[in-house]
Antibody, heavy 120, light 111 residues
Framework: QITLMESGPALVKPTQTLTLTCTFSGFSLSSSGVGVGWIRQPPGKALEWLAL???????RLSPSLKTRLTITKDLFKNQVVLTLANVDPLDTATYFC????????????WGQGLLVTVSS | QSVVTQPPSASGTPGQRVTISCSGS????????VYWYQHLPGTAPKLLIYKDNQRPSGVPDRFSASKSGTSASLAIGGLRPEDEADYYCATWDDSPNDFYVFGTGTTVTVL
């Protein structure tokens, strides 16, 4: 059974770096055809894709955020870490991580989401 | 602001058919598969359609989708109260580097 869970701070101050961790089970990010992505949803707004890391270390980042985003994986801990630098109140959102099925090309398992508020 | 646009809202009465459009460009919908997700507030999004018109197991056949050129659409037949949710199309965009993009989302209301 595949499960994912997001963790990190609920409140971050403007200009700080947000670090979010996705801890997963039921699959290995070293297995071919697997990825883990991050998606966020600001309050009252649409889903926004942020980043995706693949089993082979390839990665894709949102063009609008790529200068502020990094995504890494830790195979031993079964974790994917997303960092977002220099946060702004506009980064306030619920952040989801999700298992990506590369062959079928979709996000099939999701965490429940973590609300992060950026405020001084 | 997403490069893939959807109408902000759609509605219908129980039993009706509702269609949601998704408009993109040659670099995204025009050259990549389209996916549809259903999202209820406070829950994780759920995949409804993959690779333009394929339903994962467990998704009722009331949900169907199609694509033509740089546009796609999702149809919900026999609308039910539990279909009231936000619906997003999604696809890859090839420019300048591959990135994934969600549409602007459509809120479906069952009247």
């Amino acid at each position: 059974q595949i499960t994912l869970m997001e963790s990190g701070p609920a409140l971050v101050k403007p200009t700080q770096t947000l670090t979010l961790t996705c801890t997963f089970s039921g699959f290995s990010l070293s297995s071919s055809g697997v990825g883990v992505g991050w998606i966020r949803q600001p309050p009252g707004k649409a889903l926004e894709w942020l980043a995706l890391i693949y089993w082979d270390d390839d990665e894709r980042l949102s063009p609008s955020l790529k200068t502020r985003l990094t995504i890494t994986k830790d195979l031993f801990k079964n974790q994917v870490v997303l960092t977002l630098a220099n946060v702004d109140p506009l980064d306030t959102a619920t952040y989801f991580c999700s298992h990506f099925h590369v062959v079928l090309d979709y996000f099939d398992y999701w965490g429940q989401g973590l609300l992060v508020t950026v405020s001084s | 602001q997403s490069v893939v646009t959807q109408p902000p809202s759609a509605s219908g009465t129980p039993g009706q058919r509702v269609t949601i459009s998704c408009s993109g460009s040659s670099s995204n919908i025009g050259s990549n598969f389209v996916y549809w997700y259903q999202h209820l507030p406070g829950t994780a999004p759920k995949l409804l359609i993959y690779k333009d018109n394929q339903r994962p197991s467990g998704v009722p056949d009331r949900f169907s989708a199609s694509k033509s050129g740089t546009s796609a659409s999702l149809a919900i037949g026999g609308l039910r109260p539990e279909d009231e949710a936000d619906y997003y199309c999604a696809t890859w965009d090839d420019s300048p580097n591959d990135f994934y993009v969600f549409g602007t989302g459509t809120t479906v209301t069952v009247l």
